[in-house]
């Protein structure tokens, strides 16, 4: 399994651009990993 950790507060349209692009991916990538997001 492969983890990927996305930043979700970095940026200027945080956190909604991180959180909804790992949504999107993990419906449309295929493949056995996990998205963590991190930030304060």
């Not at 349209?13 to 998205?35: K, M, N, R």
């Amino acid at each position: 399994m492969i983890r990927v950790a996305i930043d979700a507060m970095g940026g200027d349209y945080a956190p909604a651009a991180p959180v909804s692009g790992a949504a999107l991916a993990l419906c449309e990538v295929p493949g056995d990993f996990v998205i963590q997001l991190v930030g304060r």
